[in-house]
């Protein structure tokens, strides 16, 4: 039970990690396409990398949350 917790936390972490290096990457691809057009749809490069960000962000509010719930339930149940 316990080294089921400990590795876990361990992946919550490492998984919290990439997903800050995929937010930082994305955000210097959109600052990088601002001044790009798509070719076909004549659409600003930016607001087509904009997702990477923003799907990082929504990602590591879950891993938040998932960390904290993981959390609150090991140190809530009594072993014993």
């Known amino acids: 039970e316990d080294l089921k917790f400990i590795v876990n936390l361990i992946s919550h972490i490492v998984v919290m990690v990439f997903l800050l ?4 990457a994305g955000y210097r691809l959109v600052l990088a396409g601002r ?3 798509s070719t076909m749809l004549r ?4 607001s087509l990398y904009a997702i990477i960000p923003v799907t990082g962000f929504t990602m590591l509010l879950h891993s938040i949350s998932a960390s904290i719930r993981e959390l609150t339930d090991y140190w809530g149940n009594p072993k014993g």
């Open 43 to 46: 659409l600003p490069m930016w």
């Open 21 to 24: 290096v995929m937010i930082y």
């Open 35 to 37: 001044t790009s057009v």
